[in-house]
T-cell receptor, first 116, second 115 residues
Framework: NAGVMQNPRHLVRRRGQEARLRCSPM?????VYWYRQLPEEGLKFMVY????????ESGMPKERFSAEFPKEGPSILRIQQVVRGDSAAYFC??????????????FGPGTRLLVL | AQSVTQPDIHITVSEGASLELRCNYS??????LFWYVQSPGQGLQLLLK??????LVQGIKGFEAEFKRSQSSFNLRKPSVHWSDAAEYFC?????????????FGQGTTLQVKP
């Protein structure tokens, strides 16, 4: 059973370009979380999605950031018009559909975004 | 506001020595508690978690953690550290009343192991 997959692992963008980060959850998992880790900091929650639904986006910046988890295919975190402050590691985590949402989250290896 | 504090940013221990990493939380009610480890350039791996029951929790790789309600703490321990334990360790919490399961992380503690 493959773990959570993220690609690309490293992404370099120039200011003003778009960044697309992909996350394929573990097989059978229907919940996806995105977290951001700025340099020298812990992870900060961004968004929580289930298939075709955004459940909690309280941690997402109001502008330029969006996320989706379509019925088919990976979850996508999109950052438009990137700025240097977006440089960070972006982690995806997935969890299975269970009664209690506090079920263990399994993390992917992350995408390290560098904005030049 | 809900928060997680890991007071030690860096810790260095000798191989074979014991280890304790501190974690304190500030929450309205006892949350669910987790410890994750992150090796350089890698994602996070769950070491152990506390939901209820026995306050001493056993995890993988020989780690354990003790929940102390009176101190709002969930410290991670290992009796004998191995060089491969060098990594960054994150304490995290999740509200029991959360309908999203989002984790709140501490700032992390970087562990260095001396030969």
């Amino acid at each position: 059973n493959a773990g959570v997959m993220q690609n690309p692992r490293h992404l370099v963008r120039r200011r003003g370009q778009e960044a697309r980060l992909r996350c394929s959850p573990m097989k059978g998992h229907s919940h996806v979380y995105w977290y951001r880790q700025l340099p020298e900091e812990g992870l900060k929650f961004m968004v929580y999605l289930q298939k075709e639904n955004i459940i909690d986006e309280s941690g997402m910046p109001k502008e330029r950031f969006s996320a989706e988890f379509p019925k088919e295919g990976p979850s996508i975190l999109r950052i438009q018009q990137v700025v240097r402050g977006d440089s960070a590691a972006y982690f995806c985590a997935s969890s299975p559909p269970v009664v209690h949402v506090q079920e263990t989250q399994y993390f992917g290896p992350g995408t390290r975004l560098l904005v030049l | 506001a809900q928060s997680v504090t890991q007071p030690d940013i860096h810790i260095t221990v000798s191989e074979g020595a014991s280890l304790e990493l501190r974690c304190n939380y500030s929450y309205g009610a006892t949350p669910y508690l987790f410890w994750y480890v992150q090796s350089p350039g890698q994602g996070l791996q769950l070491l152990l978690k506390y939901f209820s029951g026995d306050t001493l929790v056993q995890g993988i790789k020989g780690f354990e953690a003790e929940f102390k309600r009176s101190q709002s703490s969930f410290n991670l321990r290992k009796p004998s550290v191995h060089w491969s334990d060098a990594a960054e360790y994150f304490c995290a919490v999740c509200s029991r009343s959360s309908n999203t399961g989002k984790l709140i992380f501490g700032q992390g503690t970087t562990l260095q192991v001396k030969p």
